[in-house]
């Protein structure tokens, strides 16, 4: 049975699951229709970043002054182009993912700690068919720039629960878990390697969620 005080929150992209290159032609497209210019995202890099941040950094880059109605214009065409996008391409859920969730889910409270809006957040889990383990609490990358603030807010939805773990796979997930007080679980299905994510030393970590005993264990489940 869960217990209503203990909390796993989880970043999606990179950890959950790969949406297959749907995001960045829906940036691209939904900044068109907000801002009526076409550009260039491919030097993006979304690892551990915020949709709020990216955007901004586009903004920049493209001499725009900042907008509060472009922006929420861009936020709600990237749902529709996102929502398209993953009907055509689905994302792939890494293996293990549905196993972990499922043996966790009856013992822990799953929560999103995820650069994407919360809308585009929740598609991701809808197809990948993961959206039924998951709250509807979270922190979420039109809540905040800034990714350690993003899981404060998380943190403080949930009621502040003690002993609360934080599994991503970039170093910024790592950070937000230590500036926050998490456990970090480092998961290395992303961008970063295994050395890469152990020279930030997280708390714990996973090759994949095939590989999960240790982390069953300091779960208790």
Not at 55 to 79: C, H, M, Q, Y
Not at 95 to 118: K, Q, T
Request: hydrophobic residues 45%.
């Amino acid at each position: 049975m869960t217990t209503p005080s203990r909390y796993i929150f989880c970043d999606i992209d990179g950890t959950l699951l790969y949406a297959k290159g749907s995001g960045r032609p829906a940036f691209a497209e939904a900044f068109r229709d907000a801002y009526g210019m076409n550009i260039d995202v491919s030097h993006i890099n979304f690892a551990g970043a915020t949709d709020l941040g990216v955007l901004a950094k586009l903004v920049r880059e493209n001499g725009i002054e900042p907008d509060a109605v472009k922006t929420a214009a861009f936020f709600e065409r990237l749902s529709v182009y996102l929502d398209e996008n993953m009907s055509k391409w689905p994302p792939i859920v890494f293996p293990g993912v549905r196993s972990f969730l499922e043996r966790v889910s009856s013992h822990w409270n799953l929560a999103l700690v995820s650069g994407n809006i919360r809308e585009t957040a929740f598609l991701k889990l809808k197809h990948g068919g993961l959206l039924d383990y998951f709250t509807d609490i979270g922190g979420f990358g039109d809540d905040d720039a800034d990714r350690n603030k993003m899981a404060a807010l998380a943190l403080e939805r949930a009621g502040n629960p003690a002993g609360a773990f934080l599994l991503g796979d970039t170093p910024s997930d790592i950070a937000a878990a230590r500036a926050t007080g998490m456990t970090s679980v480092a998961v290395c299905n992303g961008q970063f390697d295994r050395a890469t994510l152990e020279s930030e030393k997280p708390d714990l970590i996973v090759d994949s969620f095939e590989d999960a005993e240790h982390l069953f264990q300091a779960l208790e489940v």
